[in-house]
Antibody, heavy 122, light 107 residues
Framework: EVQLVESGGGLVQPGGSLRLSCAAS????????MHWVRQVPGKGLLWVSR????????DYADSVKGRFTISRDNAKNTLYLQMSSLRAEDTAVYYC???????????????WGQGTLVTVSS | ERVMTQSPATLSVSPGERATLSCRASQSVSINLAWYQQKPGQAPRLLIYGASTRATGIPARFSGSGSGTEFTLTISSLQSEDFAVYYC?????????FGPGTKVDIK
């Protein structure tokens, strides 16, 4: 069974840093592109970042570029999101998600974690 | 960036009735369009991809159509478990973008 379990969320002050983790199981993690998507409670979904299967290629939403870094440890089957210079508008539930298939670039997300809440406030 | 819009924002439907949700892209996304269902406190669930292909385990009452810039999700006969928020997403271009959602609630 495919499972994605996020952790690392919490309360952080503006300007602070936080690292989110997503532990993957039930599939060949090193074959899949992975993503982070966030959602302000009660609002819509925003794609944040993606990383290819071997970690050699990444991409970011403009709103987080230069502040967030996505990475992965395929030996540990874990995806990360290092967040720095956090702002109030980064407050959201952060989900990790997996591409539907391997070997293609135009794909939706088929499995999502349960999300971890990040609150940026003084 | 492809901007996705959805209509209506809220759709009130009685159980057993048909629901038709619309999604529009600001520029063509070919058929690289997905629909997700989200219930309160849960992660989104993939329903449809490739504009019309049901994801694994999705009931046949869910169907998708369209291409280019205009897309439709149809739920043929609403069940109690279908009352939720539905999002469309384009995956033709970066950044991946989602519509604002359509809430389907009980009439």
């Amino acid at each position: 069974e495919v499972q994605l379990v996020e952790s690392g969320g919490g309360l952080v002050q503006p300007g602070g840093s936080l690292r989110l983790s997503c532990a993957a199981s039930g599939f060949t993690f090193n074959s899949y592109w992975m993503h982070w998507v966030r959602q302000v409670p009660g609002k819509g979904l925003l794609w944040v970042s993606r990383i290819n299967n071997d970690g050699s290629s990444t991409d970011y939403a403009d709103s987080v570029k230069g502040r967030f870094t996505i990475s992965r440890d395929n030996a540990k089957n874990t995806l990360y999101l290092q967040m720095s210079s956090l702002r109030a508008e980064d407050t959201a539930v952060y989900y990790c998600a997996r591409d539907l298939l391997t070997g293609y670039q135009l794909l939706p997300f088929d499995y999502w974690g349960q999300g971890t809440l990040v609150t940026v406030s003084s | 960036e492809r901007v996705m819009t959805q209509s209506p924002a809220t759709l009130s439907v009685s159980p057993g009735e048909r629901a038709t949700l619309s999604c529009r892209a600001s520029q063509s996304v070919s058929i690289n369009l997905a629909w997700y269902q989200q219930k309160p406190g849960q992660a989104p669930r993939l329903l449809i991809y490739g504009a019309s292909t049901r994801a694994t385990g999705i009931p046949a009452r869910f169907s998708g159509s369209g291409s280019g810039t205009e897309f439709t999700l149809t739920i043929s006969s609403l069940q109690s478990e279908d009352f939720a928020v539905y999002y469309c997403q384009q995956y033709n271009n970066w950044p991946r973008t989602f519509g604002p959602g359509t809430k389907v609630d009980i009439k």
